[in-house]
């Protein structure tokens, strides 16, 4: 009986051949565009909060970027920040709306396990390492920041 196995020229050729290709240039299109539009939206909400709510330019960022981050957890929690990622790709990862969506996402996954064990132990799970090493290199630039005028 002969060896039925491919080879692996053949396996990777059969791979390669069946594999689906990917769309780079749509894929960053779509980033840029969803990517601008999520930051075009945070603009507006910012021009309403200082021209319309007459709060000034910190008040106003301030507020914005609060607004921002409700709407990305909140529109996660409709299950709609899923699809727009699946869509938009990377442009779906703006900072601020990514970073809600990413804390609140691993909440609701395991808000059957309880509100300890489950959210509050789940819900920094992806967001946990961006904080640790934002919080880490922030502490290490300034410190270089210090020491540098310091010296000079």
Do not use: H, W
């Not at 791979?15 to 990517?35: D, H, Q, R």
């Not at 699946?86 to 395991?110: D, L, Y």
Request: proline residues 5%; positive net charge; charged residues 15%.
């Amino acid at each position: 009986m002969p060896d039925m196995q491919p080879d692996k020229n053949e396996y990777k050729q059969y791979v390669e051949k069946m594999s689906p290709k990917p769309t780079y240039l749509k894929n960053c299109i779509m980033a840029f565009l969803v990517g601008g539009l999520i930051c075009c939206i945070g603009q507006g909400i910012n021009d309403i909060y200082m021209k319309i709510i007459n709060l000034d330019e910190l008040a106003a960022a301030s507020a914005t970027s609060m607004s921002l981050i409700f709407l990305g957890a909140f529109l996660t929690g409709l299950g709609v920040y899923d699809l727009i990622g699946k869509r938009a790709g990377a442009g779906s990862i703006i900072p601020i709306t990514g970073f809600a969506n990413s804390i609140v996402s691993p909440a609701m996954e395991f808000k059957k396990e309880g509100y300890v064990t489950g959210v509050g132990a789940n819900l920094f799970k992806i967001a946990g390492p961006v904080l640790v090493y934002g919080i880490s290199s922030s502490i290490i630039c300034g410190l270089l920041y210090y020491f540098i005028k310091l010296i000079f």
